[in-house]
């Protein structure tokens, strides 16, 4: 991961979400601070995704808003009634 600044406070991204949204990852750039560990996976074996290991490890970091909402929403599912207040509330031209 090319190092960036994290989405929610502006520190040195280490992470990218891993939360799910519309069944692809959600992916902000986040900093250790920002960042919730929600699991630890180890890959063993010889020569573990071609990186010339024999143990790999992967974690699964969640940004705050993917925490909030569980990890894995739809967006069309998902709707605050604020958004939906607002949507109701535009004012349409016909062209």
Known sequence: MSNGTCE???EIAVNLCDGLIDDETCDRLLCEACS???GITFF???NVFGTGMDLCIDTEDWCPRC???GGNFH???YR????LSGLKNRKVIAL
Not at 80 to 83: P, V
């Open 8 to 10: 929610f406070c502006s």
């Open 36 to 38: 919730t560990r929600k």
């Open 44 to 46: 063993c074996g010889k």
């Open 80 to 83: 605050s009634s604020r958004a």
């Open 67 to 69: 925490v909030k909402l």
């Open 75 to 77: 967006t069309g599912a």
